[in-house]
């Protein structure tokens, strides 16, 4: 290993150690400001990368005190699972209930994909079609 100028980079451990730290603080920050808000609509879509790795994103939108609207990542999360409606379903119920938001939640928006559809048949929040999915299933078809 190269030091430059006496510089001695972190391990990985110390690496890992301080993103896990971060990442318990970001979530005690963000579920103690959503502690606040009586409302939360989310929106989810999942997709895959080159190599077939597939995410899962979770954010949600709020009105603040200011009566500014407010969009926060709630939970990115890798989904190695297969992409079925009960899987689905379970990890976004899941997640918001880590976060302590499940009952705050009302709505999620997100994509027409036939999983999807299926995963809310177990899911207290309405499904909200995206209309920017919408549209582009429009455009695509058209041409």
Same mark, same amino acid.
């Given at each position: 290993?190269?030091?430059?100028?006496?510089?001695?980079?972190?391990?990985?451990? !110390? +690496? %890992?150690?301080?993103? =896990?730290?971060?990442?318990? $603080? &970001?979530?005690?920050? *963000?579920?103690?400001?959503?502690?606040?808000?009586?409302?939360? +609509?989310?929106?989810?879509?999942?997709?895959?990368?080159? =190599?077939?790795?597939?995410?899962?994103?979770? #954010? @949600?939108?709020?009105? $603040?005190?200011?009566?500014?609207? %407010?969009?926060?990542?709630?939970?990115?999360?890798?989904?190695?699972?297969? &992409?079925? @409606? @009960? %899987?689905?379903?379970? !990890?976004?119920? =899941?997640?918001?209930?880590? *976060? %302590?938001?499940?009952? /705050? !939640?009302? #709505?999620? !928006?997100?994509?027409?994909?036939? $999983?999807?559809? /299926?995963?809310?048949?177990?899911?207290?929040?309405?499904?909200?079609?995206?209309? @920017?999915?919408?549209? &582009?299933?429009?455009?695509? $078809?058209?041409?």
């Amino acid at each position: 290993m190269i030091f430059f100028l006496g510089y001695k980079p972190p391990t990985r451990r !110390t +690496a %890992q150690r301080q993103l =896990k730290r971060l990442c318990n $603080n &970001h979530t005690r920050w *963000l579920v103690a400001e959503l502690k606040r808000i009586d409302t939360l +609509a989310v929106t989810t879509d999942l997709w895959s990368d080159k =190599k077939m790795n597939s995410y899962m994103c979770l #954010t @949600g939108h709020y009105i $603040n005190s200011d009566s500014k609207l %407010q969009s926060k990542v709630l939970s990115f999360t890798a989904f190695p699972e297969r &992409h079925t @409606g @009960g %899987q689905i379903s379970y !990890t976004i119920k =899941k997640e918001l209930k880590r *976060l %302590q938001f499940y009952d /705050k !939640t009302h #709505t999620i !928006t997100c994509d027409g994909a036939a $999983n999807i559809k /299926k995963s809310f048949e177990s899911l207290k929040p309405k499904r909200v079609h995206c209309l @920017g999915h919408k549209l &582009h299933l429009i455009v695509c $078809n058209a041409l």
